[in-house]
């Protein structure tokens, strides 16, 4: 999605970046332009291929890729992640005319989605950024209010051979966790969807969470395509949990844990690398510091952390590196992945051995050092070749991965078993004539067993088709189709309100498999794109609910509609 979106901006509205140290990226869940079948879902976990562990939209997740765990960032302090829902440093748009893109969605349960996006050039050598986005959402369910905000800044300057970029970011996350609904034992779990009468665990518990960050670049072109760079950066990420309804303790960390707790870390970045066609080196120093109230140690840890790639026609090969320079710290981080590509086929291998965030393993009463999380992983692919240019290929990926996570037990770390996965993802689209199909399925098998075993559907994903057209003399273009999703059975993880953490628990019900369809139209006049939708049309028809995570009952049946304006003059 991301390198698509930079090679039609590239062709339509940019200009040429190359002398500065980045590419043209995007922000997280923003479609590419001129496509509509990706353009009615504004939660950006709606068009991932695989499964994700969900409390609703745009709450703490998850993410299951290839049958692994995915963490925020490599210091993550919680394994739930938000970084979907994070508003990044804005691409740079290299065009002297003012270029913006203003996104609006409105739904059901008071759901509101505004987003903008702005860039032009000041002077030949020189411009700027900007984003904002807001989020806010009521829910169904007591408890679930979202209200999410950030605004992102990033200038840009090009002399010659010297370029200088610096960016500041912004987010400001309030999530309301209602625990899960509280259901009938005698009944069971599957007619607790009653929505806003339904009662639920927790009331006034609610997640806040501030991140910023600031960073600057400056690079050095020895050639059109290769420079060397500086570059700094200053990160700050603050969670804290609170509510007067919440439980006295978690279920997973320390019975001490308080009502009302917080963790505030920070991360400095210096270093610098060069980039050759070839290839790249790059070398950071970093410290990141932190503390928590009666949860974690407080901690200030240095360290070194590298980069490095190559290239060649038919190979690449990457790897990274990252050491804390202290003696109780966990063991380093690292990873290697190569891959091979011949035409529309390519092979790869990549393993990977990483800290646990730590919030899963850090608090007090831990024993140091702890083992890390190993991952090995190998793949093969085709890309099938498409009509539109605009629309991405279909890839049909074959894969295997065999992970192993260090297991907890009297405040000692063990490394637990290996589990070997192997899967089948499609993902992309294809289309004929008037008419073609999107799709995102993966289909996986776990050997073994273990707790995490039955809590990955074996089958997952949506396929989207959908028919295109015009009316004789007019500059309208239509789409109607059709999103059909759903997943086979599995058992629900169970989520810790107060950690933050999922995590699976013995003897919970199987979630029966679910299709769910939601239809919708999309109007293309030019640069504006006008789409609605219905959520869950199909709710209660085949069953009466479904989860992703247990108790979270996911939405329900919702009309939403929306419009984007690309503004370029």
Not at 138 to 164: C, I, M, N, P
């Amino acid at each position: 999605m991301n390198a698509l979106f930079r090679l039609v901006c590239t062709g339509l509205i940019w200009g040429q970046t190359r002398f500065l140290p980045s590419a043209a990226d995007t922000l997280r869940g923003v479609a590419p332009t001129y496509l509509p079948s990706y353009q009615p879902w504004y939660d950006p976990l709606d068009t991932l291929p695989y499964f994700v562990s969900r409390l609703g939209y745009f709450k703490p997740y998850l993410a299951w890729v290839e049958g692994l765990p995915h963490y925020e960032e490599p210091w993550a302090i919680l394994p739930a992640s938000q970084a979907a829902y994070l508003t990044e440093k804005p691409p740079l748009i290299w065009t002297a005319a003012p270029y913006t893109r203003v996104r609006f969605d409105q739904s059901s349960r008071r759901t509101q989605l505004l987003s903008v996006l702005h860039g032009q050039k000041l002077r030949s050598w020189g411009g700027f950024s900007l984003a904002y986005q807001r989020r806010t959402r009521e829910g169904e369910y007591v408890g679930q209010l979202t209200d999410h905000w950030g605004a992102a800044l990033r200038a840009f300057v090009r002399k010659g051979r010297w370029s200088w970029e610096s960016a500041l970011t912004w987010n400001q996350l309030q999530d309301q966790i209602n625990g899960g609904v509280v259901y009938d034992t005698a009944e069971g779990p599957w007619t607790a969807f009653g929505k806003a009468s339904q009662p639920v665990l927790l009331k006034q518990t609610r997640w806040r969470r501030w991140k910023r960050s600031l960073s600057t670049t400056l690079a050095f072109s020895f050639t059109a395509q290769a420079y060397l760079y500086l570059s700094a950066e200053l990160l700050q990420d603050h969670f804290h949990p609170e509510g007067a309804d919440t439980p006295p303790f978690s279920p997973l960390l320390a019975d001490t844990l308080p009502v009302s707790w917080h963790v505030t870390s920070s991360l400095r970045t210096l270093g610098g690398g060069v980039v050759h066609p070839k290839g790249q080196v790059a070398l950071r120093l970093f410290q990141t510091t932190g503390e928590a109230d009666r949860l974690l140690n407080p901690w200030q840890l240095q360290g070194l952390e590298g980069e490095a790639a190559w290239q060649t026609k038919h190979l690449s090969v990457e790897g990274t590196y990252r050491r804390y320079l202290h003696s109780g710290a966990p063991p380093p981080s690292g990873s290697v992945r190569g891959v091979g590509q011949y035409g529309p086929f390519s092979v790869g291998v990549r393993y990977q051995s990483r800290n646990l965030p730590w919030l899963a393993y850090q608090y007090r009463g831990a024993s140091f050092p702890q083992p890390n999380e190993n991952i090995l992983e190998a793949w093969g692919e085709v890309a099938l070749p498409v009509q539109d240019s605009l629309q991405p290929p279909l890839r049909v990926r074959a894969w295997t991965a065999k992970y192993r996570a260090p297991w907890r037990w009297a405040g000692t770390f063990y490394r637990g078993p290996a589990q070997q996965s192997y899967g089948l993802t499609l993902r992309g689209g294809w289309s004929f004539y008037k008419g073609g199909v999107v799709l995102g399925l993966t289909a996986q098998h776990l050997v073994g067993e273990t707790r995490w075993t039955s809590c990955l559907p074996a089958l997952y994903g949506w396929v989207q088709p959908f028919f295109r057209w015009k009316l004789p003399g007019r500059p309208p273009l239509y789409e109607l189709g059709v999103r059909l999703k759903g997943f086979s059975p599995f058992r629900p993880l169970r989520y810790d309100p107060l950690a933050g953490l999922f995590y699976p628990e013995s003897g919970l019900p199987a979630q029966p498999a679910f299709v769910q369809a939601d239809p919708y139209l999309v109007i293309q006049i030019r640069r504006l794109l006008i789409y609605l939708r219905v959520e869950q049309a199909t709710e209660g028809l085949l069953s009466p609910g479904y989860y992703l995570t247990a108790w979270y009952p996911m939405p329900g049946r919702a009309f939403a509609f929306g419009v984007q304006w690309d503004l370029y003059n």
